[in-house]
């Protein structure tokens, strides 16, 4: 009978393999607990802020305070994550979403809107946790899996994304029988979600992947963070022509499945669709997001991540061409939706996985925080203007409109890595 290997006999890179797949196992077990925070809070938000305030306008700034949230949360979030590794920037993110669904509780009791939409900014840093977290996951990769780990813990978002609407009802049920006003349950549901997962990350994440990252490369990391955040990113981005691609992509891609996404049910509503069939596309769109994304990152690491990021852009071109002429009929706005979801996918899991391979680790945090950034700015700024196309020029305008977007923009990549590849081999 053979004993079992004693820590001593584990060697350097079987002990980088043992820690990433707990750094994977606690980032997915967290995905899914805060991701039901997010769900939870997010699926009432608007109906409460519509019942306190009395005005359907006002309730359309709910997602906005979340969106915007998570786009404020992004740079501390990547500033602590700088300075004290991945466990303090989580931590900090998780702590904001807690303290906002407390501030929210607290706002729907006293029926106070305003306060309540203070409290959605900072529920906001659930979404910049989540965002975060992706990342979190590739800092002790082996090279060529970078993607495929990436996307595992993407795809563990998906539990909590589907579960969290569904506990909305009981949750608010159980919150009556306590003690609490109508609607104040959900926020106190997603109050314990963010303090559970908070609580993962500060007593899991053990040891911090970025920071025995940077002490296997010999490295603190700490000197470039003193100079600022942004500074950093600038800098680290100057030098890195393909993270600087990275992030358009994702920025594009992200600003064509929210700006398509968000109209609609708008579009679906005022075509006689029922709130089941509006609910069904909606939730095959959210398939398509994250269902298939570990086959994404697979053939990112397998394929490369620029092919990917250019069928992300033809599968988004498919979607805009499809939504833009679908008319009335529903199975081709599915389809479309379906396509927009996947060509999300291929967007956020290859580029993503392309900022943090071509990104030297000490920059790592300051440029994942600025994409971040930079992502959901644009994605609050898609949904206005989506608004505004849709509400004059009508939702095949929005398709056209898209699509020219995604076009220039996987054109744009082509010919800059074409380029950057006949300098090098020049």
Known sequence: MTSAPTTSSVSPSDRIRLVQRRTLAVLSATQIVGGVGVAVGLALSSVVVDQLSGSTVISGFAGTATVLGAALLALPTAKASGRGGRRAGLSLAYAAALAGCVISVLAISLDLWPLLLAGLVLVGGGSAGSLAARYSATDLSP????????????????????????????????????????KAGPFAFAALAFALALLVIFAFLRPDPLTLARSLTGGAGSNRDRKGTVRTAWQTLRATPAARRALVMIAVSHTAMVSVM??????LHHDGSTLDVIGLVISLHIAGMYVLSPVVGWLADKAGKVPVLVLGMALLLGAAALAGTAGHRVWQVTAALVLLGLGWSCGLVAGSALVSESVPLDGRPAVQGLSDLLMNVCGATGTIVAGAIVGTLGYGTLGLVVG???????????????????LASA
């Open 143 to 182: 090279q060529g899996r970078s993607a495929q780990h990436l996307s595992l813990v993407v795809w563990a978002s998906t539990i909590g994304s589907v579960a969290g609407p569904n506990l909305a009802r009981p949750a608010d049920q159980i919150g009556m029988r306590l003690g609490l006003v109508e």
């Open 262 to 267: 968000s109209m609609t049910p708008v579009k």
């Open 404 to 422: 020219v977007m995604v076009t220039l923009a996987g054109v744009w990549l082509t010919v800059t890595r074409n380029r950057a590849g006949h």
